[in-house]
C-alpha cells in the first residue's frame, strides 16, 4: 500500500476508508540524487561537503556561481543556452558566458565557453544580452561589454558576437570583431545601461531595448538600426515607468490571443499581443505588463488592466529574477528561462562549491481574458517520469494528511486536482491586510496564515520535502477568502518557513493570488520538487511560486512527500499523479 493516513498537528484524527487507487507503471523510477562527497577547496582546510542539495533535474553546471540565462536559441537541431558563470568559484564575479546544447531543453551537454573578457570592449565582464536571428539563419549575439570598473558597478556598452563557423551546429566558436562597441551610452547614467534584448524588424528597421534607469525611473531604451552594426538612440523610451528602480534584463515579445502558439519576436498583425517584462534590481523580482505596440509612436504601452509596477503581475512569486525568452520555430511556441539563486549563505555556498540554478523552462502563452500570460513546464520534462502512483476520489477531513509513497520524493512531479462541494466555510478577507505594499500582499498574508493554521476552505494541498516527524516540511497550498463583497480570492503559499532546521537560510513565505473562477469548486496543482527547489503551478500556470529550500533532515531517501487539509471543509482529492523523475544529463 502506497499510502498511509497520518495524524498531525495535533488534530483529532480522522480514518475514513478511501477508494484509493495505486497504480505503479512498473518502469524504474531510478531517481536518487548525487549523494557523493566531494572535497570542497574552503579557505586553507578540505571541507567534506554532502552534496544533498544538488538537483537531479534542474539546469545547473558542475561547478561554481551562475546566474542569469542568456540568448536561449534554436539552431540547426539544437537548443542553445548561454548564462553569466564564475569559472573561478560559488560567488558572483569572473561573468563569463557559458554555453551548452539540448535536443530537448532537459538534458544538457556543456560546451566551451563562448564569450569571455578579453577585448577592451569586455574587459571587465560579459554581462547579459540575448540572441536574434537574421536572415538567412544567421545568428547574432548583442551583449553587455564592462569596460571600466568604474563607476559601479562599472562602464558599460553594447557588443556584438557572431559564429566562427555558421555550419557548425554546437555554434562552438564566437567571434567578437574589432568594430565594438556597437552601442555606447550617450546619456550620464554610464553604470546603468545593460541587457539588450532580441531585436525585432519592422518599417525597415531592427529594433531593441536596453535596460536602465534615471533615479528610481526604469528606462528601456530604444535603439534602431539597420544592418545590425550601427544603432541610433530613438528619442523617446520604449517604455519607462516612475519609482521602480533599475529595469534590468528587459523583455519585449509578441503573444497571440488566439490559441497557445508563439510568435516569432517580429511578429505584428490583428491577433497580436505583447509583453514586456523587466527584472527589477531594487526588489529581485520579475514583472510583466500586457499591452500594445503603438507602431507609430514606436512604443510599447501597457493595458490599463496591466498594473505597471512592483505590485504588477509576476512570472513566479518566488525565487526567480533576470529570465528571458525566445521563440522555439520548431514546435512554434514560446519558452521561458529563468534563474533562481540559492537561499543558503555565502559560506554554505562556497562550502558545497556551487550556487544557483535555472528553473524548468517552461511554454507561456496568454491566458483567454487576455490580461495575464499562463506557463507549463515544457512537455519534453514528460519523458523523465518514472515510477508513478496515483489516487481518485480521495477524501481529505480537517487535519488529515495522506502520505504518499512509492516514489522517490525528493525529486519528484506530483499533479493534483482538488475539489469541495461548497465555497460557504471560506474564511473571511481581513481588510486590514490591505494596509500591506500591494507586492508584499500575498507573501504577508502566506506569513501569517501557515498551513498550521487551521482555516475554513483551505489550507489544503502539498507538504513537499518533510521530514518523517514533520520537523521539517514545505508546504505548497491554496486558501480561499472572501471579501466583504462576497468575492473570493484565492491565494496560493510556497512557505519555506518551516522548510529547514538550519537557522541560517532565508525562509520566506510566498505566495501569489491565483485569479481563478471557482464555478466548478477545482483547484489544481503540479509541483516539480528536486531536492533543493520545489517549482509549483497552480491552475494550469496562472500562478507559479518557485521555492529553494535546504532541509537538514529530509534529504533524499529520508524525504516524505503529504497531501493535507487544514480547513474545515472537507477537500477530495479528484485524482493525484505523482512520479518519480528520473535524473537529466546536464552538464
Ligand atoms: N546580471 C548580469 C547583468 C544583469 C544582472 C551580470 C541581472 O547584466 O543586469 O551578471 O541578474
Known amino acids: 500500500m502506497g499510502v498511509t493516513i497520518r495524524f498531525i498537528w495535533g488534530f483529532p484524527l480522522l480514518i475514513c476508508l478511501l477508494p484509493l487507487l495505486n497504480n505503479f507503471d512498473g518502469r524504474d523510477g531510478g531517481a536518487m540524487a548525487s549523494h557523493k562527497l566531494h572535497f570542497v577547496e574552503h579557505t586553507e582546510n578540505l571541507v567534506e561537503v554532502k552534496q544533498v542539495y544538488r538537483t537531479g533535474y534542474h539546469f545547473q553546471p558542475k561547478k561554481n556561481w551562475i546566474n542569469d540565462p542568456n540568448a536561449p536559441m534554436y539552431y540547426k537541431g539544437l537548443y542553445h543556452l548561454f548564462y553569466q558563470y564564475n569559472p573561478k568559484g560559488a560567488v558572483w564575479g569572473n561573468i563569463v558566458w557559458a554555453h551548452s546544447v539540448s535536443t530537448d531543453l532537459i538534458n544538457w551537454i556543456p ?55 555558421y555550419s557548425d551546429p554546437y555554434l562552438r566558436k564566437w567571434i567578437k570583431p574589432d568594430n565594438n562597441p556597437i552601442i555606447k551610452p550617450i546619456h550620464q547614467n554610464v553604470s546603468s545601461f545593460r541587457d539588450p534584448t532580441t531585436a525585432w524588424f519592422n518599417k525597415g528597421h531592427w529594433k531593441l531595448v536596453i535596460g536602465s534607469k534615471n533615479n528610481y525611473r526604469g528606462i528601456a531604451y530604444l535603439y534602431r538600426s539597420r544592418d545590425f552594426i550601427k544603432w541610433t538612440k530613438a528619442k523617446h523610451p520604449f517604455h519607462t515607468k516612475s519609482d521602480v528602480g533599475m529595469w534590468e534584463c528587459p523583455d519585449f515579445f509578441p503573444v497571440s490571443s488566439k490559441g497557445t502558439n508563439g510568435l516569432d519576436t517580429s511578429a505584428i498583425g490583428g491577433d497580436v499581443k505583447y509583453v514586456f517584462k523587466a527584472s527589477l534590481d531594487m526588489t529581485r523580482f520579475d514583472y510583466y505588463t500586457i499591452g500594445t505596440y503603438d507602431l507609430v509612436k514606436d512604443k510599447y504601452i501597457p493595458d490599463n488592466t496591466s498594473v505597471d509596477g512592483w505590485a504588477g503581475l509576476r512570472y513566479d512569486y518566488g525565487n526567480f529574477y533576470a529570465s528571458k525568452t525566445f521563440f522555439d520555430p520548431i514546435k512554434k511556441r514560446r519558452i521561458l528561462t529563468g534563474w533562481a539563486n540559492e537561499s543558503s549563505t555565502t559560506s554554505e555556498d562556497i562550502a558545497k562549491g556551487w550556487a544557483g540554478i535555472h528553473l524548468i523552462p517552461r511554454k507561456v502563452w496568454l491566458d483567454p ?187 533524499g531517501e529520508h524525504a516524505h512527500l503529504h497531501v493535507f487539509n487544514n480547513g474545515s471543509e472537507i477537500i477530495t482529492i479528484v485524482r493525484l499523479n505523482a512520479w518519480s523523475m528520473n535524473t537529466a544529463h546536464i552538464n
Open 111 to 165: 560546451l566551451e565557453h563562448a564569450i569571455v573578457p578579453s577585448k577592451p570592449f569586455d574587459k571587465y565582464g560579459c554581462w547579459s544580452g540575448s540572441a536574434t536571428i537574421l536572415p538567412g539563419n544567421k545568428p547574432v549575439i548583442i551583449y553587455t561589454g564592462i569596460v571600466k570598473q568604474k563607476p559601479e558597478p562599472g562602464y558599460q556598452v553594447q557588443n556584438y558576437a557572431i559564429p566562427a563557423n
Open 369 to 555: 481574458s487576455g490580461n495575464k500570460l499562463l506557463q507549463w513546464p515544457v512537455v519534453e520534462l514528460d519523458k523523465l517520469r518514472g515510477q508513478k502512483i496515483q489516487l481518485s476520489y480521495t477524501k481529505l477531513n480537517k487535519g488529515d494528511t495522506i502520505e504518499i509513497k512509492g516514489i522517490v520524493v525528493a525529486q519528484a512531479d506530483v499533479d493534483v486536482t482538488f475539489t469541495f462541494s461548497s465555497l460557504e466555510k471560506a474564511e473571511l478577507y481581513d481588510e486590514k491586510w490591505d494596509k500591506f505594499p500591494p507586492e508584499n500582499l500575498a507573501k504577508s498574508i502566506c506569513g501569517i496564515k501557515g498551513a498550521t493554521v487551521q482555516g475554513g476552505l483551505g489550507p489544503f494541498g502539498l507538504l513537499t520535502l518533510a521530514s518523517s516527524k514533520l520537523e521539517e516540511y514545505t508546504p505548497v497550498f491554496f486558501r480561499i477568502f472572501k471579501t466583504v463583497q462576497n468575492k473570493h480570492r484565492v491565494l496560493l503559499c510556497s512557505d519555506a518557513t518551516p522548510s529547514s532546521l538550519n537557522q541560517n537560510e532565508y525562509k520566506p513565505s510566498f505566495g501569489g493570488f491565483v485569479d481563478v473562477d471557482l464555478a466548478e469548486k477545482k483547484l489544481s496543482l503540479r509541483s516539480l520538487i528536486d531536492h533543493s527547489v520545489v517549482e509549483s503551478f497552480a491552475e494550469g500556470g496562472k500562478t507559479v511560486i518557485s521555492s529553494r529550500i535546504y532541509p537538514t533532515l529530509a534529504v
